[in-house]
């Protein structure tokens, strides 16, 4: 019997192995692209005050995507600006102990805006909890 010969039996001879295949490669990310109707659909729904999340979803586009269309399109954005009364209602807010997370939920912005406008205000943060 030949060396290979001898060496092909021995292999055959082995039990197959009880290792998992390794899952197949994950498919190249998908590109989405809008058509002009598409686009005319996406600024009248975001003029139409839906949520860009819910467009980005709708369309299967990212927000950041969304965003450049929008910017594009010439579509103005939607700001949630806060007014001298909402600053008003905060700092008495945070004054009495809530914090800006809670002040944030209540107004629909980032906590990290009501911080800073608070802070332009002359409002002293107060630490955070766990932090020296």
């Not at 290979?4 to 990310?29: I, T």
């Not at 369309?59 to 909402?86: M, N």
Request: net charge positive; hydrophobic share 35%.
């Amino acid at each position: 019997m030949s060396y290979e010969a001898a060496l092909l039996e021995k292999v055959l001879a082995q039990p197959l192995s009880d290792e998992p295949v390794p899952p197949p490669r994950p498919r190249k990310q998908q590109h989405n692209r809008l058509t002009g109707q598409d686009l005319t659909d996406l600024c009248e729904a975001y003029e139409a005050d839906v949520p860009l999340k819910e467009l980005t979803a709708r369309f299967g586009i990212h927000r950041v995507t969304a965003s450049a269309i929008l910017e594009r399109q010439g579509v103005p954005r939607r700001y949630r600006k806060l007014t001298t009364a909402d600053l008003d209602a905060a700092a008495a807010s945070y004054a009495a102990g809530d914090s800006l997370t809670t002040i944030a939920g209540r107004l629909g912005v980032n906590p990290t805006t009501v911080g800073r406008r608070l802070t332009k205000r002359g409002v002293v943060l107060r630490k955070r909890n766990g932090w020296a």
